[in-house]
């Protein structure tokens, strides 16, 4: 016997025999998060790095200690700034010296360091400008047709810190060595930095780069193998919220950048949105956490629509979370099904879920695979794997599994599952 795990936002596959032992490696797939928290158990595909001395000082010459250091519990938490990352744009981190050191030594920081700039290429004209809007200050507007799929941005942090020190570290502390990272940006990034939200006022300079950074940082995962991040995109950070948004983003670990894709066809004058949080909750949650965490009532169509229209989407919602909980259920006595999954890919579309379509595919192609339907498996598995690759990029393991089922599916760990419990 064995069990895929299909959580919350979260798909695994972890084998309970020896049988199965090739299909343990395990991924999530979730939004990648605010400060707030999406998904806990997100992970990088973190490029290790090696433990030799010369490996981990490469690279590191070119990250300088601003400022004073201040002591949590034995490790010393610094500012370190990188002002030649990105062709100047620059970059800081608030961690330890030893982590600094492993991030240093990863592969697009030694490039920085080889070819005197970041490796990502220079880009189009943005398809996209700021504008503001009544209520909610600026955002950003298609200024052309962008497809389903498109990339819309690609951007480098300007700021990121060791998820230890914004737990532990304390508000004081924190907003020094917040003060000293931004003051070793480059100019532009400084000002695009100091120009973003604090959700209300601050008294001081030290104050408005700390309520920036908590009102604009998302997790990126563990830069340095150990930590998770929080990291703080001026450009990403013009977005504005949107319970059923037309754009996605997830953090790519080999370019060191936030990627921004369109989930649907947006049209020229449309505003650009993504989510804050899961919006696979009920919209009187919804409503409350982006009025306590932000400070603002959404006015997306979804929770502006009529109380009916309302009623349906949050039954909706309430049936993909009984949906989720049945088709993870691996036991003798599981309700799921087949045509349960389709319900799930159905009620993700019709919800505007695009931007994690894939999760429901995925679940639809184990079901699939779980009685031996060979075609419906691979059809949901193909729509999975290009999902997949855009919205959540091409290496992560839940992908090679369904590539591995459709190069061979009568030899995949698991065929047939179902029927064997």
Known sequence: MFSFI???GVVQLVAATSAYHDITSAWPICTA?????????????????????????????SWMQVGVCHNLNGDNFCAFSNPSFNRGQ????????ESIAKIASRTV???????????IPPESPAPYHVAEFPGKGFGLVATRSLR??????????????????????????????????VEGLSSEQKYQYLNLSTHDEAATY??????????????????????????????????????????AYYFDHTTFAHKVIAVRDIAPG????????????????RRRRLSQDWGFACSCRSCTAGAQQIAESDKRIEEIHQLWEELDDYTSSSKATPEKAERLVQLYKQEGIYGRLHEAYYRAAVEWIGVGNAAKAAEHAGRCIDRGRIFRGPDRPFIKNMEKFIADPEGYPGWKFRLKL
Do not use: W
Not at 90 to 97: F, K, M
Not at 207 to 215: A, G, L, N, P, Q
Not at 270 to 285: C, R, V
């Open 6 to 8: 299909v959580g919350a």
């Open 33 to 61: 998060s605010p400060v707030a928290d999406i998904c806990l158990r997100t992970q990088s595909t973190f490029e290790e790095a090696r433990n030799d001395s010369d490996s981990l000082l490469f690279g590191y010459e």
């Open 90 to 97: 620059g970059i800081s981190a608030i961690t330890t010296p």
């Open 109 to 119: 920081f030694r490039n920085a360091v080889i070819i005197g700039n970041s490796p």
């Open 148 to 181: 389903d799929g498109e990339l819309v941005m690609s951007r480098t942090p300007a700021v990121m810190v060791n998820a230890k020190a914004v737990s532990n570290l304390g508000r004081d502390y924190l907003a020094d060595l917040l003060r000293n990272g």
């Open 206 to 247: 030290e104050e408005k780069v700390y309520k920036i950074f908590k009102t604009n940082s998302f997790r990126t995962g563990a830069h340095d193998g150990e930590s998770d991040f929080h990291s703080t995109f001026p450009e990403v950070s013009r977005l504005n919220h949107d319970c059923r948004p037309n754009c």
């Open 270 to 285: 449309e505003e650009l949105t993504i989510s804050y949080y899961d919006p696979l909750q009920p919209s009187s949650k």
